[in-house]
Every structure is written in C-alpha cells, then in structure tokens.
C-alpha cells in the first residue's frame, strides 16, 4: 500500500514536474492517520527519490538547464532551511492550512499553464548573460532543437527563495511554485522548466531532510517503501512524458489536487 | 550555443563541451547514489519486517505513528550518525533503512560536490563559488536541526 502511494507520487512527479510530496502528504495524514511531521519528513525522502529518479533522464535527454539550476539552489536551499526551522515552531493545525492553500494554489496554476513556447524574445539579462545561463534543448514535439535565452535571473531567486521556504514547510518539492517561477518570470521553455524543478528538486529537498533528521522526524518504517515506489514511477513517468497528450493529464491533476486541498483544509480549520 | 548536427536527425543536439562533460558527471553521481540506497532500503525494509512480523507489534506501531512517533514499536531510534553505525553493527532493520536514507540525501549533495569539481576544471569560477556555497549550506542543515 505504502509502496503503492510512492509509485503513484512518483509517476505523477516525473510528468508534472513536481516531486510528489502533495500525494503523499495527504495519503499518510488521511487515509493512515499519521502525525503529519512523521508525514512531512516520510515525503521528503520520497521527493529526493523521485526527483533524482527523473533528473536521471531529463539530465541525460539535455532538457535540464544545469546552469539554471545550480544557480537558483542558492536560493532554494536557504529557503529549504528557513522553512524547516518555522515548521518546528508552528503547530500542526497552522500546517494542514498553509498545504491546502498550497495545493489550492499549484491546482489553478497547472490548470491555467497554457502554451508559452512562442513568446516573443524576452529582455535582455546582464545576470543571465555574465552567468552564461541560456541554452537550447532538443523538442520532441516541435522536432527540432530549440534555442533560448534567459530573462530575469535576480527575480527568479528571489521567488526559488519562497518556493525554498515551502518545501522546508511542507515536505514538498514544490515544483508548482518552481516551474512558473522559471516558465513565467525567467522565460524557460515549459519543458526545460519541468526538467529542471525535476533537477532543483532533490537539493531543496535535502536541505530540509538534513533539519527533519537531525530532529528525529524521519520515519524509517514509513520512509522506505514510499522511496522504493517513488524511484520505480520516477522511471515509469519520465519516459512516458513525450507521449501523453499534456492537456488531459493537467486537468485530471488539477482536480485531484484541488479536491486534496479542500479535505486538507476542512481538516486543519475543523 | 549549438554545434550543427552531425546526423540527419533534427532532434540531435550536441550541447557545448563543457555541458556535456558537467551532464555526464551529475548523471553518473545520481546513478550510483540511487542503485546503493535503493538496495540498502529493500534490505533494511526487509530486515524490519522480518523483526517485527506479529500483528500486535503492527498494531502499536500504527497506533503511535498516530500520536507523533517517529520509530515506534519499542525499536532503538537511530538519531545521528553515531547512532545509525551502532545499530548496523547488531543488524539492526531501522539502522539499515536509514543508512539508505542518509545514501539516498547524500546524492543529490554529492551531485553539487560533483559540480563544483567540474565547474573547477573548466576555470568557471562564479559557479565553483555557487556550487561551494550551495554545497556548505547543505552540510549546515544536519547541524541546524
């Protein structure tokens, strides 16, 4: 069951571009009951399974920008830690509300993501040039290999450090606030930004994995199988990317989330 | 960026030498890191399960998962490093499994290490240094706890 839970998160991660926390979260607190710190640090395992899973491929198919990502850890892993140090001092109830806002959050913005390849070229970037972070991926929907430039770097790491800040929170990966930051704010292709919150992912998560350790909130009975079944749907669902039409999948994932946060909420506020 | 395509094939991309070499790097650290704690999980799960096989065991562990236990059931509750090698030394399941957890947070860290020394060869200095930084800010948070 628990190995279940974990291949879910992790094939619906891969594809979406998020490390899957916001399935296991939920799962754990409401269909098990557990505390949701043992739940939290239990996800956050999970999420650096999953995304290093999926890394493997992106990184490998040269969709992740490397460059992009390890400039925008900066930003992630200090807000990562800031994050877990605030989730120790606020209580439970105060965290059911601030995921189902998160989850109510990701579910617009997935839903709402539409085709933002054919934008006009953005304004130049000093940051972005001086840092060399532009790059060209090989689009398999487009069939060809598609240039690009980087816009806004300062700006980005100024919202990674809130994405950063969250996962340390909550125990996810939250690609939901990675991936708009990068598509909308940096002017990344959709899909290098997906690859690279895939890529960004384990790091942020680590971050705050090393805080949930150190304070004995990782639950190695629940951890274990939640990993193993993330890594096996990682593989399963960074293949499969290319071939399910993108439109379907968003909506469904749109829904369930939304749904998810709803019972989150009535949870924490009830 | 783009060197033209060798093969017929438009979907080809050569990304620059130096990416490709940085790409090779980090694709192998996650490999390894994943296939050793992803073995070391299995057996660790394996062992706990085998330890703790009787339903009333299985009972008193959901129930104090419930109220905010970590390691519930009376098993020893590895904390530190320390902690996890004396429980590996008596073959302890919960000591193994977060061996494989501690293998599975130390690849992505290993994956920045693995960067800076690249970045390092290619004289990109602006990304040892962020790769430096990133890398100390990780270390930090097993302190921080």
Known sequence: MLLGIGVVAGGLGALLGLGGGFIVVPALTLLFGVNIRIAIGASLVSVIATSSGAAVAFVRGHMANLRVGNFLELATVTGAISGALLASVLVPRVLYVVFALALAQSAVSVARRKRLEDRPPPAPDPVADRLHLHGAYPDAARGRVVEYRVARAPGGLALMYGAGVLSGLLGIGSGTLKVPAMDLAMSLPMKVSTATSNFMIGVTAAASTGVYFARGDISSLLAAPIAIGGVAGAMVGSRLVGHLPARGLRIVFAVVVFAVAVQMLVKGLG | ?145
């Open chain 2, 1 to 145: 960026m783009s060197t033209a395509p060798e093969t017929s094939d438009p979907l080809h991309y050569e990304p620059p030498a130096a990416m490709a070499r940085l790409e090779a790097a980090v694709t192998v650290v996650l490999r390894i890191g994943l296939a050793l704690s992803m073995a070391v999980l299995v057996v660790g799960t394996l062992v706990t399960l085998a330890a703790a096989s009787t339903s009333a065991q299985a009972g008193r562990t959901v129930g104090a998962l419930r109220h905010g236990a970590a390691h519930p059931g009376g098993l020893a509750i590895p904390r530190s490093v320390g902690a996890v090698a004396r429980g590996l030394a008596h073959g302890q399941g919960p000591a193994i499994v977060l061996l494989g957890v501690l293998l599975l947070v130390l690849t992505p860290i290993s994956r920045v290490a693995v960067s800076a020394v690249v970045y390092a060869r290619e004289h990109d200095t602006t990304f040892v240094v962020i790769s430096v930084v990133v890398f100390a800010l990780l270390v930090a948070s097993f302190a921080l706890g």
